[in-house]
């Protein structure tokens, strides 16, 4: 079962949606009329679907604290930084509980129980 938990910022309307189980994927491999792979595209194995392929990795939905910036870091491929602003300042968003919030600067988030899939 997946939980979501919604973050709202005490000061302002700014919100953030997390789920416990990140994006789950699989790699599809697409292969050309001479069986050779072509591509490797991620395909999400969203709950509570089970997938044929095994799951190779999991992006992880992350928020920058400096930017406002949501974006996601590949398991398989971790990164340290934001992707637009490339400051250091980021987090998992299922850990944004008490943080301050990036776009006003002055509340902070509140979490609350969100779906359950």
Not at 51 to 79: K, M, T, W, Y
Not at 107 to 116: N, V
Request: proline letters at 8%; a neutral charge; aromatic letters at 6%.
């Amino acid at each position: 079962m997946a939980q979501s938990k919604i973050f709202q910022c005490a000061s302002c309307e700014n919100c953030v949606e997390a789920w416990d189980d990140g994006n789950p994927y699989y790699i599809d491999l697409t292969r050309s009329r001479q069986g050779m792979p072509r591509s490797r595209c991620k395909v999400y194995a969203y709950h509570p679907e089970i997938p044929a392929q095994p799951i190779e990795g999991n992006d992880v939905p992350h928020l920058c604290l400096d930017c406002n910036h949501e974006f996601r870091v590949d398991s398989e491929r971790p990164r340290e930084t934001c992707t637009k602003c490339r400051n250091r300042n980021i987090i998992d968003t299922c850990r944004l509980e008490g943080r301050t919030c990036p776009k006003c600067r002055s509340g902070s988030f509140e979490g609350q129980p969100g779906a359950i899939s």
